[in-house]
Every structure is written in C-alpha cells, then in structure tokens.
C-alpha cells in the first residue's frame, strides 16, 4: 500500500529552533504565518548549550570598530569585511532588545556584567546564570515564541529534503517522528537554521543533533556551500573516559585557567605570547603536540588558583559537570583535549541570507555569511544567529510578500500557548528514539577524526576520500531519520574532505603540514563547491 505525504501550507518556514531560527520566525510572524520544524525537543539545539557568552560592543571602555578589528583578526584573512561591520554593529540593537524581551543576563550590581575571552581586546562578553547564556536565550525566545498565535512550532518533526521546482525552494519535506508519517509542506521562503554538523567527527563538544542536516538537504537541492574546511575544534573539553566530550568554556581560560601537560609543565608560552588566550586554532595545535610529545591523551586546565565559591558561582554548570565525574575544579586539575566545536562554512549567503537558490535562506551556523572568515572568534555565534536571523526574516518578507495569510493545519500540534510545548503530548517522543544508528555512523566519525581533523596533509585527505566513496550507506524502502542523518554526515564528510585538500595551504582553523604556511597570492578567496562540480575558489 503507497502512503502518499499530507500536504500543507503556510507562508514562511523555518528548520530550526536554536537563536538563529527563533528569532527568524518573530520576524516573519509580523508579515504571516510560520511553521517553525525542530527534529528533536524545541530546546535542544547548539543554542541552549552555548556557555561562554555572546559578544557585543555595549561596554563603557569598548567600541564597535574594536571588535570589528578583532573579529577580522580571529578571521586570519578571510572574513568579508562588510558581513562582519553589520554583525558588529547591529548587535547592540539586537542584544538590547532581547533584554527587553525578558533575557536576564549576568550583572554587576545594575550594570551588566562582561567578560573577557581569547582574541578580544576588550571585556565584551555577556553572560547569563554564569555559564548558561545559550539556554537562557533560547528560553527567553521560546518564551516570546509561544505568545504568537499564527507562529507553529512543531516539535520531532525531522526534515528530509527540499522542494524545488523551476529551480526555486518552494517547500519542504519531513517525517514526524511521533507516528512516522509523511508530510509536504509548502510556502512563500524556506529558512535553514539546522545549526553545524559536530557530530561527523568522533570527539565533538556539540549536542546529537548536529548532523548538518539543513547544509546536505541544500547542498542535495543544488545550493552553493563555501569554506567547508574550516572547523573549528576547541581546545578544552573535558577527557574522562565514559564521559561525553562536555565543553570547558574559553572563559576558564579568561578568568585565570592555565593549561599544563601531563608533567604538570605550564606549555603555552612555547606556541605564542597571547599563551592561554590565543586565538582557538593556536590552543587547539598546541595542545595536540603537548600530547604527542608527552604521549598522552590528554593535558590539564588547572583553575585551582581560584577559591570554590568564585567557581561555583561563575561557571556553575561546569562546576556541577566536573563534579559529577568525581572533579572538584578547585582542588583538582580537569584533563581536557580539543574536540570539533563550530564550522565556519556552510550553505554561502548573501547579507540578508539569500542562497544561490530562490526562495531558500540560511542563518546560524548552517549558512556561511563570511563573518567568521577561517576562524571564529569566540563568542560570536550567538550574536551572528541574532542579527542574521532577524536580517533573514526580513528578507523573506520583503521577497515573498504575504497578501493573505494562510493558517497552518497540522493535526496534533494546536496553537501554542504560552509555557506549553507544542505537542499534541508535551511528553510524546518518537516511538524509535531507541533505534541504533547504522554502521555506517562510527566508521565515518572515526575516519573524519582520524584523516580531517586538527592536523591535516594531502595524502590523508585524499584516503579520507577513497574510503570515504567505498563506505556503504544504508539501504531501507522507508529511512527514518537515522539513516537520513548518516547520508548527510557522508555527504558532509566528502565535501570537508575535497575542500580541505583544494586549500594547499594552512590558515585559521585549516592546518596542513605539507602546506604549513598561508597563501594570500593563490588562497586569499573562499572556496566553493556545488552538486556534480568540483571544488573552485572565488573571492
């Protein structure tokens, strides 16, 4: 018996439901209806697991054009400069609305309270509930979200691939995971917002469900992605064994962390004069040559200068984390290794997060608008997901004009209320969460690690390759959502891969040994790559 999908029909959707996605879809709920699609529970994104902070010019002894030129710099000739003047100025908009909106972050007495991390000349990072900013933001949304009657947010709802006709995005398609069945929806302007693809590689700080799902669907659709090898690895997540790669913010390090070997031996001062606050990609490299050394699979953050009560209140989910494996931070030294964190490519943007393709846009870490350049500075993901998702719902809006707005009719998620998850059963979870992923997954997550990690050259990248094409990918007459995610990784894996071997040099986040040093003759431009074409370059 065929199961045709059910077809429905609103005026703009968003995938995603981290800060870029959010706040997308507040903005278009001014024009028309949404249809907001998360694959898993609304809150579980990259978002909510930020820690460190979001960035933003807003303190007396800082300027706009300071973190302009910081960004830039983290950006190691890369960053298109005009993306980055909009991230930076716009943010103080964006931020202080958010505050209006009801997001508490960290103060000092009635000021708020900033930071300072890696690469920023100036204290410039807010935080909230000390190490939570990204949950507490992506509440506050929610929050905002759910007061908007024609904003749908549809909860395990995992989508498959584009609709294109004529060459345009028209729709969607996507499984609900809570009864399997099929569904085709279709509207005026489609917005990716699926967040990075972490988890191709073994060791990765971010959350299950960052398989790149919104980068392959449009990379299948026939997009243009750019700068699909630089990843971002953060130095410090924490390596005990059995425990998951949970990320020891770059704010530890801001506030007095030092990092040792094995031996106990403080190391940074031999890799660069910044030491602990050098930019990610130095921290990272040197790292992984202090366990090469040293034999290791791990080396130390030591915050035991500081007393428990100063760590309990400023990093108090990490405090908790380490605990619970036995680490007491201010006595204890926390082994740590790098382990893959952000992607800086993705689906290439315009400033408004148009795509080669009509009717299709991305924001967030799925969309590579240029901010980041060859590698970004901490702390401004968060505010490139606020200011580009609000400039993609504004774009969307103006190229697909809503005349009459069209309601949403999809059985078992009613109107939201405020406070309520969207499900029919706020408690609902998909009937196979318990499903074991192919094969497959393991074996392209190794390989990745292994062949297009930290520390690359020609002859790995070309076997990741090789190997890469001879792994077989699941075959089912009905995929669920599993083997759908293990196509994308697979497809991801190889582009990463061609990418990375095109760039005969290193820069940023992309280190080659066979190539150790920057080209800006032959490099200075971005790489690009679509369906059926080989890799190319373009400024």
């Known amino acids: 018996m065929t199961h045709f999908p059910k077809s429905h029909r609103a005026d703009y959707i968003v995938v995603g439901s981290g800060v870029a996605g959010l706040r997308a879809a507040i903005e278009l709920s001014d024009a028309g209806s949404v249809l907001v699609l998360a694959k898993s529970d609304l809150s579980d994104s990259a978002t909510s697991w930020a820690q460190g902070g979001i960035a933003v010019a807003l303190s007396d002894e800082d300027e706009i054009s300071l973190h302009e030129q910081d960004t830039i710099k983290a950006g190691d000739g890369l960053c298109r400069t005009e993306a980055v003047a909009l991230l930076v100025e716009e943010g103080p908009k964006y931020i202080t609305q958010l505050i209006e909106w009801g997001t508490e972050f960290d103060r000092a007495g009635t000021k708020l309270a900033f930071t300072r991390e890696a690469a920023h000349s100036r204290s410039r990072i807010l935080h909230a509930h000390g190490d939570s900013t990204g949950r507490e933001i992506s509440r506050a949304l929610l929050a905002r979200a759910h007061t908007i009657a024609h904003l749908h947010l549809r909860a395990h709802a995992f989508t498959t691939s584009l609709i294109v006709e004529s060459g345009t995005v028209v729709g969607v398609r996507f499984i609900d995971e809570l009864d399997g069945s099929q569904h085709d929806v279709r509207a005026g302007g489609v917005l990716l917002a699926t967040g990075g693809l972490g988890r191709i590689y073994r060791e990765t700080t971010n959350p299950d469900v960052a398989t790149g799902d919104g980068m392959a669907i449009a990379y299948d659709a026939g997009a243009v992605l750019s700068d699909m090898e630089f990843m971002q690895f953060h130095p410090t997540a924490l390596a005990v064994k059995g425990a998951p790669r949970f990320l020891l913010s770059e704010a530890l390090r801001g506030e007095g962390g030092i990092l040792r070997n094995v031996n106990l031996e403080r190391f940074m001062k031999r890799y660069n004069e910044a030491q602990e606050l050098a930019p990610r990609d130095i921290v990272a490299r040197a790292i992984v040559s202090e366990m090469h050394r040293t034999g290791a699979g791990y080396v130390y953050l030591d915050m035991t200068k500081k007393p428990e009560e100063f760590l309990e209140k400023r990093f108090p989910r990490i405090y908790e984390t380490c605990s619970s494996y036995g680490l007491d931070l201010a006595i204890d030294m926390a082994p740590v290794c790098p382990a893959a964190h952000y992607m800086?490519?993705?689906?290439?943007?315009?400033?408004?997060?148009?795509?080669?393709?009509?009717?299709?846009?991305?924001?967030?870490?799925?969309?590579?608008?240029?901010?980041?350049?060859?590698?970004?500075?901490?702390?401004?993901?968060?505010?490139?997901?606020?200011?580009?998702?609000?400039?993609?719902?504004?774009?969307?809006?103006?190229?697909?004009?809503?005349?009459?707005?069209?309601?949403?009719?999809?059985?078992?998620?009613?109107?939201?209320?405020?406070?309520?998850?969207?499900?029919?059963?706020?408690?609902?979870?998909?009937?196979?969460?318990?499903?074991?992923?192919?094969?497959?997954?393991?074996?392209?997550?190794?390989?990745?690690?292994?062949?297009?990690?930290?520390?690359?050259?020609?002859?790995?990248?070309?076997?990741?390759?090789?190997?890469?094409?001879?792994?077989?990918?699941?075959?089912?007459?009905?995929?669920?959502?599993?083997?759908?995610?293990?196509?994308?990784?697979?497809?991801?894996?190889?582009?990463?891969?061609?990418?990375?071997?095109?760039?005969?040099?290193?820069?940023?986040?992309?280190?080659?040994?066979?190539?150790?040093?920057?080209?800006?003759?032959?490099?200075?431009?971005?790489?690009?790559?679509?369906?059926?074409?080989?890799?190319?370059?373009?400024?």
Not at 355 to 384: I, K, M, Q
Not at 415 to 433: E, F, L, Q, V
Not at 509 to 519: A, E, I, K, L, T
């Open 344 to 539: 800086m490519g993705g689906v290439k943007t315009d400033l408004w997060g148009r795509t080669s393709l009509p009717g299709l846009y991305a924001a967030g870490e799925t969309a590579d608008t240029g901010v980041h350049g060859a590698n970004r500075l901490a702390s401004n993901s968060l505010l490139e997901g606020l200011v580009f998702g609000a400039r993609c719902g504004q774009a969307m809006m103006k190229d697909a004009p809503v005349t009459k707005r069209h309601s949403v009719g999809l059985p078992g998620s009613p109107a939201p209320k405020p406070g309520n998850a969207p499900n029919a059963n706020p408690s609902a979870k998909p009937a196979d969460g318990a499903k074991k992923y192919p094969a497959a997954f393991d074996k392209i997550r190794d390989l990745v690690w292994r062949q297009i990690g930290i520390m690359r050259d020609g002859k790995d990248l070309a076997g990741a390759i090789t190997q890469l094409q001879a792994i077989e990918l699941p075959q089912c007459e009905k995929p669920g959502r599993l083997e759908y995610e293990v196509r994308n990784l697979h497809s991801l894996a190889l582009l990463m891969a061609r990418s990375a071997l095109a760039r005969e040099e290193s820069r940023g986040s992309h280190y080659r040994s066979d190539f150790p040093y920057r080209d800006d003759e032959k490099f200075g431009v971005h790489s690009i790559v679509q369906r059926n074409r080989e890799v190319g370059f373009e400024a």
